[in-house]
C-alpha cells in the first residue's frame, strides 16, 4: 500500500460531459503526476503538479485541466468527454517536483464513457 | 518526441532468468526507470538508472547505456508473481519540467 488514494475507483460517464477525478498524495510528498492508461498500453503523462502549479504537460488538449491543493492533493478535470477518454486514469505522487527517483502510483479511477 | 520500445510479451520458466529490453530515442534524457504493473493494479517502482551500468536490487537488475539508448530489466530465480506487465519509462528534462515517456510494456508470463 503506496498512501496514494484516488476516488472514485470506477466512473460511467456520457459523452460531452464533464468529470473530476481526485488524488490524495501520499504523506510528505509535494508532487502530482497525472497519466491515461488506455488497455494494453502504457501509461501517457498528462501533467504533473508541484506546490500547486503545473509544472509539466504530455501531449493531451486543454479540456485536461487540473489543480493542486496546498495539502498537495490534486483534481484531474476533463471537459466535453469524448468516448477515447475511456481508460484507467493514475495519479503518481512524489517528491521534489518530478526530479526523484521514484513516483508512488494509486490504484487509479476507471473511466468508461459512454 | 520520444520513441520507446520493447518487447510486447515474453515468457519464461519458474526458476529462470529472463532479460526484457528497452530502447529509447530522446533529448534531454534525465533517468530511466522499470515499472512492474499486475493486472488491474497500480505500477510499483522497481529500478531507476541515470548513469551507464548496472543497478542491482534481490532478484531483480537494471542495465543503462544511454549511448546506445538501451536498457534492459534481468529478472533471476523466477517466480510465478512476477508474471506481470513491465514498463520501461525514460525522463526528460527541460526548462526545470520533467516529463516521464512509458513504453507500451512487456507482458512476462511465467509458467511452471
Given at each position: 500500500e503506496t498512501g496514494v488514494t484516488q476516488s472514485p475507483t470506477h466512473l460511467i460517464k456520457t459523452r460531452g460531459q464533464q468529470v473530476t477525478l481526485r488524488c490524495s498524495s501520499q504523506s510528505g510528498h509535494n508532487t502530482v503526476s497525472w497519466y491515461q492508461q488506455a488497455l494494453g498500453q502504457g501509461p501517457q503523462f498528462i501533467f504533473q503538479y508541484y506546490r500547486e502549479?503545473?509544472?509539466?504537460?504530455?501531449?493531451?488538449?486543454p479540456r485536461f485541466s487540473g489543480l493542486q491543493f496546498p495539502n498537495y492533493s490534486s483534481e484531474?478535470?476533463?471537459?466535453?468527454?469524448?468516448?477515447?477518454?475511456?481508460?484507467?486514469?493514475?495519479?503518481?505522487?512524489?517528491?521534489?517536483?518530478?526530479?526523484?527517483?521514484?513516483?508512488?502510483?494509486?490504484?487509479?479511477t476507471r473511466l468508461t464513457v459512454v | 518526441g520520444q520513441n520507446i520500445d520493447?518487447?510486447?510479451?515474453?515468457?519464461?520458466?519458474?526458476?529462470a532468468i529472463v532479460q526484457i529490453n528497452c530502447t529509447y530515442q530522446t533529448s534531454g534524457f534525465n533517468g530511466l526507470f522499470w515499472y512492474q504493473q499486475h493486472a488491474g493494479e497500480a505500477p510499483t517502482f522497481l529500478s531507476y538508472n541515470v548513469l551507464d551500468g548496472l543497478e542491482e536490487k534481490g532478484r531483480f537488475?537494471?542495465?543503462?547505456?544511454?549511448?546506445?539508448?538501451?536498457?534492459?530489466?534481468?529478472?533471476?530465480?523466477?517466480?510465478?508473481?512476477?508474471?506481470?506487465?513491465y514498463l520501461c519509462a525514460v525522463r526528460t528534462a527541460s526548462g526545470g519540467s520533467y516529463i516521464p515517456t512509458f513504453g507500451r510494456g512487456t507482458s512476462l508470463i511465467v509458467h511452471p
Open positions: 502549479e503545473e509544472n509539466g504537460r504530455g501531449n493531451f488538449p484531474l478535470n476533463v471537459n466535453a468527454l469524448e468516448l477515447d477518454d475511456s481508460a484507467l486514469y493514475l495519479c503518481a505522487s512524489s517528491w521534489g517536483g518530478g526530479a526523484n527517483t521514484e513516483a508512488f502510483f494509486g490504484q487509479g | 520493447q518487447p510486447t510479451e515474453m515468457t519464461a520458466t519458474e526458476g537488475s537494471s542495465f543503462l547505456s544511454r549511448s546506445k539508448g538501451y536498457s534492459y530489466l534481468l529478472l533471476k530465480e523466477l517466480q510465478m508473481k512476477d508474471s506481470a506487465s
